[in-house]
């Protein structure tokens, strides 16, 4: 497995939705295939959604769960072993453990050591301890572990083998209402190392959890957008981040019929006659008419911006 994340506060849901879907836009590697998405409602009851293939953005997520005050995540390539919610198991009224790498290795007992975290909590034990006195038994099992519990409390941690790699991404960040955790690994990007994947992550769930702006953000293509032919390839947004323009110094999209490359990589992105940033991911659409047209899939009407402050000069 190559991506978990898990939150508490409100909005979590969204949190971790939107941190999964960055990482198959912004990310190369093992991801966009399968994913399991849970929630813990109001009333403290697991609900979880799953799919072996096309990531996270195809999973049927009800609206409500975005607004979920506890939610976990764990997403890698494409058709894993069944059943897929062994990768991120839960308890009612409890908890949710998700993690990277084998989060279902057996420990020296022979247990998932997921299961085996779930359980320790479930007898009251805290995430952090529970995570802890697992690896210290299990120090070169293959796995990092997150768990979150219906209080807020979180715990994470990779084993003393993972811990090793050099392709590790991780972050965190904590208020007195809010906080999340994501761990990964073997995801690049193309402007630097690992990490700077799990920091772009980073700021998206937090914006998600406090409103705070992130560096990178979501732009949408909600409606179909003419082309307009020009100098340079520039993408107009309003202030809502929606797709209001496209202009591009490629005639050929004019023309074009097809299934494409409608916003291009590194594209300036213009908002009320002020470019504010850059396009960090590319935007698909069906082409006819002259026109860009959003897919039938809501998720891959996005592209990703990096806001002009943290644009390389």
Same mark, same amino acid.
């Given at each position: 497995m190559t991506i978990g994340i898990a939150s508490f506060g409100t909005r979590s849901g969204a949190a971790v939705f939107n941190a999964v879907l960055a990482a198959e836009l912004l990310g190369r590697g093992a991801i966009g295939g399968f994913a399991v998405f849970a929630i813990l409602d109001a009333d403290g009851k697991v609900h979880h959604r799953w799919t072996q293939d096309g990531g996270?953005?195809?999973?049927?997520?009800?609206?409500?769960?975005?607004?979920?005050?506890?939610?976990?995540c764990i997403?890698?390539?494409?058709?894993r072993p069944e059943p897929l919610i062994q990768f991120l198991p839960g308890a009612n009224g409890c908890a949710l453990v998700t993690g990277h790498r084998l989060p279902h290795a057996p420990n020296t007992?022979?247990?998932?050591?997921?299961?085996?975290?779930?359980?320790?909590?479930?007898t009251g034990e805290a995430p952090q301890a529970a995570i802890d006195a697992e690896f210290a038994q299990s120090p070169e099992i293959d796995a990092g572990l997150i768990a979150i519990t219906a209080d807020g *409390?979180? @715990?994470?941690?990779?084993?003393?083998?993972v811990q090793r790699r050099s392709?590790?991404? =991780? /972050?965190?960040?904590?208020?007195?209402?809010?906080?999340?955790?994501?761990?990964?690994?073997?995801?690049?990007? *193309?402007? @630097?190392?690992c990490q700077h994947l799990a920091d772009a992550l980073s700021g998206i769930a937090w =914006? /998600?959890?406090?409103?705070t702006p992130a560096p990178h953000s979501f732009l949408k293509l909600g409606r179909p957008i003419a082309f307009r032919l020009a100098e340079r390839d520039?993408?107009?947004?309003?202030?809502?981040?929606?797709?209001?323009?496209?202009?591009?110094?490629?005639?050929?999209?004019?023309?074009?019929e097809r299934v494409g490359t409608a916003g291009y990589l590194s594209a300036e992105i213009w908002q009320a006659e002020r470019r504010i940033g850059i396009a960090v991911t590319e935007l698909f659409a069906r082409m006819a008419g002259g026109?860009?047209?959003?897919?039938?899939?809501?998720?891959?009407r996005n592209l990703m911006i990096a806001r002009l402050s943290d644009v390389a000069a």
């Amino acid at each position: 497995m190559t991506i978990g994340i898990a939150s508490f506060g409100t909005r979590s849901g969204a949190a971790v939705f939107n941190a999964v879907l960055a990482a198959e836009l912004l990310g190369r590697g093992a991801i966009g295939g399968f994913a399991v998405f849970a929630i813990l409602d109001a009333d403290g009851k697991v609900h979880h959604r799953w799919t072996q293939d096309g990531g996270v953005g195809t999973l049927d997520i009800p609206a409500s769960w975005h607004d979920a005050g506890i939610a976990a995540c764990i997403s890698s390539g494409p058709n894993r072993p069944e059943p897929l919610i062994q990768f991120l198991p839960g308890a009612n009224g409890c908890a949710l453990v998700t993690g990277h790498r084998l989060p279902h290795a057996p420990n020296t007992s022979d247990v998932p050591i997921n299961d085996a975290v779930l359980a320790r909590l479930n007898t009251g034990e805290a995430p952090q301890a529970a995570i802890d006195a697992e690896f210290a038994q299990s120090p070169e099992i293959d796995a990092g572990l997150i768990a979150i519990t219906a209080d807020g *409390a979180l @715990g994470w941690a990779n084993s003393a083998r993972v811990q090793r790699r050099s392709d590790l991404g =991780q /972050a965190r960040r904590s208020d007195a209402d809010r906080r999340f955790a994501l761990l990964h690994n073997s995801i690049f990007v *193309a402007d @630097g190392p690992c990490q700077h994947l799990a920091d772009a992550l980073s700021g998206i769930a937090w =914006q /998600a959890l406090t409103g705070t702006p992130a560096p990178h953000s979501f732009l949408k293509l909600g409606r179909p957008i003419a082309f307009r032919l020009a100098e340079r390839d520039r993408i107009v947004v309003d202030g809502a981040g929606d797709i209001i323009g496209l202009e591009t110094a490629n005639p050929a999209l004019l023309t074009a019929e097809r299934v494409g490359t409608a916003g291009y990589l590194s594209a300036e992105i213009w908002q009320a006659e002020r470019r504010i940033g850059i396009a960090v991911t590319e935007l698909f659409a069906r082409m006819a008419g002259g026109t860009a047209h959003p897919q039938d899939e809501p998720d891959s009407r996005n592209l990703m911006i990096a806001r002009l402050s943290d644009v390389a000069a």
